[in-house]
């Protein structure tokens, strides 16, 4: 053994390259042994890793290892996430290919994350871009639009008129196409979707069974879902006509000021055929957001139809019936009525347009009708104002209401979903060729198995805005399997949220024929840990439930819940740097406050999540180089607990590089150890342990590194002796999860055989975890003045005498007895003078 300074690159080389020879971490589907799943959410091949990739698959590593040494057969795969706007982007911007720019990034990821040495079945990786998985994809599409699952239908979509594109939500920034900046128009589309809401109800239930999510998610995905009763009725309109609306506040009824509805109503619609006045706010409406917090920001503008709304519980009482911005035709009925004074939106149109804001709900003291000021009241309070209702707890007053309508046949009470239909359908190239034949005899048809996969065309162009493939010259074209006439492929690609809605079923199970193998993957699901970012928290996981209870519902997986634990790490954050004329700057352009290319001072912003798009990234690779990778890992596990952000610093790495060093000076001490005991110590071993075993499983990564700085420390201070050397032994097994170059390194060093990735967990004796000794303070007067070790349990009488023994206690009582002695057994000794 060597007091030599360790060599990380070394050693990350070495051990990096033996793991890959052996195949070490290849999961054995014949194994006996009890299986463990651990899977971090599989990146987006967008370029490089950064701090925040470091960080998420360090965690799952950890536990990973920690399970191969606890005797687990592990599956610990990785993938890529592999289609997306962001490669047509690159196509656009640089002139490649999609598939070119895609391969080459994964090339470039792979490699570093081989450089930190995860412990990763390299032997399942897949990438959805390619025709091996999103071919089996396309017969999954098929199997759930043949179990009716899956259907089409015309919705409303941004519209990009420049890029003629539809554009996701968030690719819309102030009414405009964030590439083109073009005004967005709403525009009707046929579209897929699939039947999530059919799900509803189980989706919403089987959050209960899931102890192993965080609460904060749990609550997100049920707000998603958003169950909740209500009422359906109508109101009569002045023309003889009448407006369904649907409400899940029917205790406010009394509260109405005016009824609303959408622009693709066809209350809307038929006024806006004869009035060009309609005609033209319609449009306008056209240009706005779709999102619920696009409609909640923007200015609220109405059109008033001239035709008035009967109250059906007053039929003297008209309302004012406008079209309006903020409603949507897919939420509800595309219809509302307006109660300003406890609904904000509703309050804002109101103000804008001098309508009725009455009261109906109290707000502590306060039941005035006449409400006051331009902020809704939204809390709970007694219902006032409101005849019948008066004097009633708000769901009193809903059931009241409904009660009332039922009887008198002008509604019906409803349970309703804020949850829509996924609609799945994108009008880009790079995604999954959705598997239908559109036929004008025959319809929609789907593309026969055999025929599977349907494969992307390389030779396509980018140099016309739109989707490539509606250009492509024989792509789409194609007979009708039904009738043999002359058909049109579908053009439209599969949402990416489709794709890693069950890849962690192909990771399990991996046949060339058919998507999965249900018995293979039974042996693996559900996943037992994940790991990601709470930004997936809503979308993904609740698209992943859908998926994992559809292929149940057909008879194709025999559970319902693809995760049993989930863990949501917080994200790695660093200063943000903008240059003297606005530029965002990378940490590596910046020195000392100035921009180096410039010289000209730069403004310091906040500290935020590492973004590609604010370059305050962090590229591992020039640290790895630097440091090592198990420096690396060890500073992402130890500054902060793994579940709240954690601000890159230079120091925090340097910190970590000095604990690797300092592990590795006590491995080169082992042999110089001496014989005899140190009962204390090896105690301590057993404690700590337990204690990096209870962390490790907990996920509290950076307890388990304080535990093992304890340790160390302790190891450093003790005599020579079996216990330290053997104390020495058992951190490299603790640490093996953490820094496992230096693990490897050190166990090859020791003479040991094999490799310490196939090593057990160190045992721990539960004798060893017992205090057979306890420290007791000894207080005069309430103050602390000595402590004296006692074996637990001692006699009180002992322990006064020992207590007035002590040397520091004579001193104080200057030779006069006290007044009186306090016992309290294996705790503390106060005594009166």
């Not at 196509?91 to 995860?118: C, Y």
């Not at 509606?470 to 399997?481: E, F, G, I, Q, S």
């Not at 050397?725 to 640490?735: C, E, F, K, P």
Request: hydrophobic letters at 40%; charged letters at 25%.
């Amino acid at each position: 053994m060597t007091n030599s300074r360790f060599n990380a690159l070394k050693a990350d080389a070495h051990w990096q390259r033996v793991w890959d020879e052996r195949q070490s971490f290849a999961a054995d589907g014949r194994s006996t042994k009890p299986r463990a799943y651990v899977l971090e959410m599989f990146p987006y091949p967008s370029g490089k890793i950064h701090m925040g990739h470091v960080r998420n698959y360090t965690m799952g590593d950890v536990l990973a290892r920690y399970r191969r040494m606890t005797g687990h057969e592990v599956l610990h795969p990785m993938g890529w996430d592999a289609f997306g706007m962001p490669a047509e982007n690159a196509a656009m911007e640089k002139g490649v290919h999609p598939g070119s720019w895609t391969r080459a990034n994964i090339a470039t990821m792979k490699a570093q994350l081989k450089r930190l040495g995860f412990a990763l079945d390299w032997s399942r990786e897949l990438a959805t871009c390619e025709p091996d998985y999103y071919g089996h994809e396309q017969a999954l599409f098929l199997d759930l639009f043949a179990a009716g699952l899956v259907y089409r239908k015309e919705s409303t979509v941004n519209w990009d008129p420049v890029d003629m594109t539809v554009l996701a939500n968030e690719q819309v920034i102030d009414g405009r196409g964030w590439r083109s900046g073009a005004l967005v128009e709403k525009r009707k589309l046929n579209q897929w979707f699939l039947k999530i809401t059919d799900f509803a109800d189980e989706l919403l239930e089987g959050l209960e069974s899931l102890d192993q999510w965080p609460d904060k998610v749990k609550l997100m995905q049920e707000n998603w879902i958003g169950r909740s009763q209500g009422l359906q009725f109508q109101f009569a309109l002045s023309d003889g006509g009448s407006v369904e609306v649907f409400t899940t506040r029917p205790d406010t009824i009394f509260g109405a000021s005016f009824v609303a509805v959408a622009a693709d109503h066809p209350i809307a619609q038929s006024l806006a055929a004869r009035s060009e006045d309609a005609a033209a706010f319609v449009a306008r409406c056209k240009q706005g957001g779709t999102t619920a917090a696009e409609l909640e920001t923007q200015e609220k503008l109405g059109f008033d139809t001239g035709l008035t709304a009967r109250h059906p519980l007053d039929p003297d009482w008209r309302l004012p019936v406008y079209i309006a911005n903020f409603v949507l035709m897919e939420y509800g009925t595309g219809a509302v009525f307006g109660v300003p004074a406890h609904d904000q939106r509703d309050m804002d149109f109101a103000r804008k347009y001098a309508l009725p804001v009455q009261r109906v709900v109290a707000d502590g003291e306060e039941t005035a009708p006449d409400f006051a000021g331009d902020t809704a009241f939204t809390g709970a309070g007694t219902i006032v104002n409101s005849r019948f209702l008066d004097g009633l707890a708000i769901e009193e007053a809903k059931r009241q209401v409904i009660a009332r309508a039922e009887a008198e046949g002008w509604g019906q009470g409803s349970t309703v979903y804020r949850l829509r239909d996924w609609g799945v359908s994108r009008q880009r190239y790079w995604g999954t060729p959705i598997p239908i034949i559109h036929c004008d005899a025959c319809g929609a048809v789907p593309v026969p198995k055999e025929q599977l996969p349907v494969v992307l065309p390389d030779d396509v162009s980018f140099a016309i805005p739109g989707n490539p493939l509606d250009r492509h010259p024989t792509w789409k074209d194609v007979a009708c399997p039904t009738c043999g006439a002359a058909a049109r492929r579908e053009t439209d690609t599969l949402d990416t949220f489709v794709d890693s809605s069950w890849y962690f079923i192909r990771f399990a199970s991996q046949p060339k024929d058919r998507p999965f193998d249900p018995a293979e993957a039974a042996q693996w699901l559900p996943v037992g840990q994940y790991i990601g970012g709470v930004e997936h928290a809503i979308l993904h996981l609740l698209y992943a439930r859908f998926w994992t209870r559809a292929l149940k519902h057909i008879g194709q997986l025999a559970i319902a819940e693809p995760f049993a634990g989930l863990f949501t790490q917080g994200m790695v954050t660093h200063e943000t740097y903008k240059s003297s004329d606005n530029r965002w700057l990378a940490p590596e352009d910046v020195r000392d406050g100035i921009e180096i290319a410039t010289g000209e001072p730069i403004t310091v912003g906040r500290i935020e999540k590492m973004s590609k798009s604010k370059k305050n990234t962090i590229d591992p690779e020039p640290i790895v180089d630097q440091y090592g990778a198990d420096a690396v890992r060890w500073f992402m596990l130890s500054d902060s607990p793994p579940e709240r952000d954690l601000e890159w610093s230079e120091n925090g790495i340097e910190g970590a590089w000095r604990f690797v060093q300092r592990l590795w000076r006590l491995v080169g001490q082992a042999e110089a150890a001496a014989e005899g005991d140190d009962l204390a110590l090896r105690k301590l071993v057993h404690r700590t342990t337990a204690g990096v075993a209870e962390a490790i499983e907990g996920l509290q990564f950076n307890k388990a590194v304080a535990l093992l700085y304890t340790l160390a420390g302790a190891i450093e201070k003790a005599p020579p002796s079996a216990d330290r050397r053997d104390a020495i032994a058992t951190m490299v097994r603790l640490s093996a999860p953490m820094v496992p170059h230096l693990a490897e390194e050190a166990w090859a060093a020791s003479g040991q055989d094999g490799l310490i990735a196939d090593a057990a967990w160190p045992v721990v004796d539960p004798a060893m975890l017992v205090d057979d000794e306890v420290t007791i303070a000894v207080q005069v007067n309430g103050k602390l003045r000595d402590t004296l070790v006692f074996a637990k349990g001692a006699a009180r009488e002992d322990v006064e005498a020992a207590a007035l023994a002590s040397d520091k206690i004579v001193r104080i009582l200057e030779g006069k007895a006290p007044r009186k002695v306090i016992v309290v057994p294996d705790r503390l000794v106060n005594i009166v003078a």
